[in-house]
């Protein structure tokens, strides 16, 4: 009941400063506390037995997901932000490269079409090269299973992908 309106409009919103996230994150804790037999454990523990990601990782998720969805035209090109591709083919990476705008300010800066680029741009073809939603989610979920992803970005990722 919980998750639904802490995820509303994620890609719109994305808290980037430490405090905001953890302020949201501070709401899901809670509500783990409130499965009794669960109480004692640690907030990672608990996620791991609910079987729950991180607040963190799903905003990072639904972000790819929303990439995804403009690049392969799930929605109309004309509401949809512009994304300029990268068409340096001599890079590391996949095929829907995407490039950074350089920006000064926080505004900018954080906003979705340049927060998601590098996590985006290193993601490989087998990943990001998929005609379906349901396909690419479940391929970016092994991907990084099976990567050492950088555990400051997605704090309890390896223990929850260890745990199922």
Avoid at 65 to 92: A, S
Avoid at 99 to 128: C, E, G, Q
Wanted: glycine content about 4%; overall charge positive.
């Amino acid at each position: 009941m919980v998750r639904p309106h802490l995820e509303y409009a994620n890609s719109v919103w994305s808290p980037y400063k430490k405090g905001d996230v953890e302020v949201i994150e501070k709401v899901q804790k809670r509500a783990t506390e409130l499965v009794i037999s669960l109480k004692k454990l640690s907030y990672t523990d608990r996620l791991v037995h609910l079987g729950l990601p991180t607040l963190k990782y799903r905003r990072l998720c639904g972000d790819m997901i929303e990439i995804l969805k403009i690049i392969i035209h799930k929605y109309d090109y004309k509401v949809g932000p512009e994304l300029i591709y990268n068409i340096n083919r001599v890079t590391r990476g996949n095929d829907f490269r995407l490039l950074k705008n350089r920006s000064h300010y926080d505004l900018m800066k954080f906003s979705f079409t340049n927060r998601i680029v590098n996590i985006w741009n290193s993601l490989p073809n087998a990943v990001v090269d998929v005609d379906s939603v349901d396909l690419f989610n479940s391929r970016l979920d092994n991907f990084w299973m099976l990567q050492d992803v950088n555990m400051t970005t997605l704090p309890t990722l390896a223990v929850y992908r260890r745990s199922i």
